[in-house]
């Protein structure tokens, strides 16, 4: 399939880094680092605004690994992939998804996921 999928476009934060909310369903594909060990790492933040009583679970997959987080908290997490390669697809599912404007957070009738987090806007 296409490298990405199920993203929304890239928002440039106060302090300069980026954010892109996921659809319910997206695909990354994450550049791999250079040493020995190679691994990919996908930084990403909930704020789903139930996020402490809602049963968030929030889905990576690659063709080798299954990470599964339930965040309570809206801090930056990290996941971290094994790279065979250069880069590596990573699939994201997110239940339940929500819509800002539901939650009285102003017209926004986007379907959101998780925000994506990155230094640049590139990958």
């Known amino acids: ?3 990405k999928a199920g ?3 890239w928002e440039r934060q106060s302090d300069g880094s980026y954010l892109r909310w996921t659809m319910p369903k997206a695909r990354v594909t994450l550049p791999c680092t250079r040493e020995l060990t ?3 790492v996908l930084r990403f933040r909930a704020l789903h605004p139930d996020i402490r009583s809602s049963s968030l679970r929030i ?3 690659t063709s080798g690994e299954r990470h599964v987080r339930e ?9 971290r992939f ?7 697809p990573v699939e994201i599912e997110v239940s339940p998804a929500w819509i800002p404007r539901e939650f009285g957070l102003g017209n ?8 994506l987090i990155s230094d640049t806007a590139q990958n």
Request: charged fraction near 20%; hydrophobic fraction near 35%; glycine fraction near 8%.
């Open 59 to 61: 889905v990576f997959l």
């Open 1 to 3: 399939g296409p490298a």
């Open 71 to 79: 965040p309570r908290r809206s801090d930056p997490f990290e996941v």
């Open 108 to 115: 926004d009738s986007r379907v959101l996921g998780v925000q």
């Open 82 to 88: 094994q790279c065979i390669g250069d880069s590596i």
């Open 7 to 9: 993203l929304y476009s």
């Open 38 to 40: 190679k691994s990919a």
